[in-house]
């Protein structure tokens, strides 16, 4: 098995030779280049030699398509933020909030109107979303939800159930009430990315693998800026930033971002008589309202992907493979799916992975270009980048396009976040907001008590 067939199920099941492309091969001109063949690069190029099949574009990639969080996510493909409309509202305005809102149900669509108009097969299912709250504890955050929905005007698409009702779908144990919408979808996220970039090259783009970017330089007086790399620059005039997580690691942006590990576990293909007990025939993606967050999704040839946070932040922010694997974390993962489904107590699992989340200081996402430098970027995702990263694609080929669109008026355009804490102020307030969470989440569930909104853990991870 290729080395990277082992990141994750997803790059395992891609159908797609994983070796690497060639490196870049000394100093190299482009219109346009792009660090990170994940969905922010391959997208941004998609829609740029959609607009001009003449650019050139050069991606450069450290490892290959699909190696960082775009290879190893949950699946779903799915609309909201990181951050609440509420929030969005207070620093942009309720309009602003509104049209965000608006364009995260729209770029799901178009995820999938993009990979059929592409001919990727991405294996997207629009099957809806659930969130349940297993116990009394969650449901006034249920509660809220709905009630932030309705204040921007999307109540309509939303609906609280009860157990009774929600188990005509799925059958969760425990579960006292759920908010479901129609909204989401569930893709394959290797198939996306890996099948992506073989489209972008088909429309002409360079994907330049095996070749690490140490750093970036904005235009000089020839007009090009760089991507500085390990086997020679990659100038143009326009250098896009798409490394999410990693982007800590490049010493201008090193503290933008904290990098922060989401972790999975998948079980073996379940059985038909199990899937009858189970339900879940729409293949809806399925959260709880925990606040150390955890996800599931339904594969295409019936496993149950079961994800979570957990895995301590690490003092300086450094990324190495072996934090993709958490033991802790991943039994934690396990003992779940047995909770939340007693027909499987004695299922197997067959694949754990992880990989790490791109965290802004303030959750707040960022899609920006400036001409002055021919810098642009899209990242701070946290958890939501599989709809986001197509909408950035679209954002910034708007603005590099120099274009005024409705989508270069969305209020993450622009933006900045502010730096987090130098060290190890930073790796104390992440760490205790874990810890924090971790303990009220235990708490809750042992009182039914709702957590009260108003302590320090929950104001650090407030959005
Ligand atoms: C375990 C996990 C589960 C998740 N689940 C979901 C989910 O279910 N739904 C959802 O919406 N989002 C989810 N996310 C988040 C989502 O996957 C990401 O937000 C999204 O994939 C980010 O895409 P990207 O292209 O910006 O970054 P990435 O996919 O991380 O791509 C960045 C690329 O840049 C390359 N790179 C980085 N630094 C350099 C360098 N210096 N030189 C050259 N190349 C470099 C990397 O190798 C990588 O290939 C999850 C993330 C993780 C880790």
């Not at 280049?33 to 650019?55: F, K």
Request: charged share 25%; with cysteine.
């Amino acid at each position: 098995m290729n080395d990277h067939a082992s990141i994750s199920f997803w790059l395992e099941t891609a159908g797609d030779d994983l070796s690497p492309r060639p490196p870049i091969d000394g100093t190299t001109d482009a219109d346009v280049a792009i660090l990170g063949a994940g969905m922010t690069g391959l997208w941004t190029a998609y829609y740029l030699l959609r607009r001009d099949p003449s650019l050139r574009v050069v991606i450069v990639e450290r490892a290959i398509a699909g190696f960082g969080a775009s290879g190893r996510n949950g699946a779903w493909c799915a609309p909201d933020l990181n951050i609440s409309m509420s929030r969005l509202a207070r620093l942009h305005g309720e309009d602003a909030a509104r049209r965000m809102q608006q364009a995260t149900y729209d770029a799901v669509d178009e995820v999938g109107r993009a990979c059929s108009e592409a001919g990727i097969d991405a294996g997207f299912h629009k099957g809806g979303e659930i969130i349940v709250s297993r116990g009394p504890q969650g449901v006034p955050g249920l509660e809220d939800s709905i009630r932030e929905y309705e204040r921007f005007g999307f109540g309509d698409r939303y609906r609280l159930v009860d157990a009774a009702e929600l188990e005509g779908r799925i059958r969760i144990a425990g579960v006292t009430r759920a908010l479901v919408s129609e909204d989401a979808a569930v893709v394959h996220p290797g198939r996306l990315t890996r099948g992506l970039a073989r489209v972008v090259e088909r429309m002409g783009a360079r994907i330049a693998e095996g070749t690490a970017v140490t750093g970036f330089r904005p235009k000089d007086a020839s007009g090009r800026a760089a991507l500085l790399t390990d086997r020679g620059d990659v100038r143009a005039p326009v250098v896009v930033l798409a490394g999410e997580a990693y982007l800590s690691e490049l010493p201008q942006l090193h503290r933008q971002l904290v990098p922060l590990w989401s972790l999975i576990v998948l079980t073996e293909p379940v059985t038909d008589a199990q899937w009858a007990e189970i339900g879940w025939v729409n293949r809806e993606v399925v959260a709880s309202t925990r606040l150390s967050v955890d996800y599931l999704s339904r594969t295409e040839d019936g496993r149950i992907l079961f994800g979570g946070r957990g895995a301590p932040y690490r003092l300086g922010s450094p990324i190495r493979r072996e934090y993709d694997r958490h033991g802790p974390t991943h039994e934690r993962l396990k003992r779940f799916v047995r909770e939340w489904f007693p027909v499987l107590r004695d299922v197997r699992f067959t694949h754990e992975w992880g990989g790490p989340l791109g965290m802004p200081r303030d959750w707040h996402p960022t899609m920006a270009f400036d001409p002055a430098t021919g810098i642009a970027t899209s990242r701070g995702y946290v958890g939501h980048g599989v709809s986001t990263t197509n909408l950035a694609g679209r954002v910034l080929d708007d603005l590099i396009a120099g274009a005024r669109t409705p989508l270069t008026e969305l209020p993450l355009v622009n933006h900045r976040s502010r730096n987090w804490e130098i060290e190890p102020f930073r790796y104390l307030g992440v760490r205790y907001a874990q810890w924090a969470l971790g303990r009220l989440d235990e708490r809750t569930a042992r009182t039914g008590m709702p957590p009260s909104g108003a302590s320090l853990a929950e104001r650090i991870a407030s959005h």
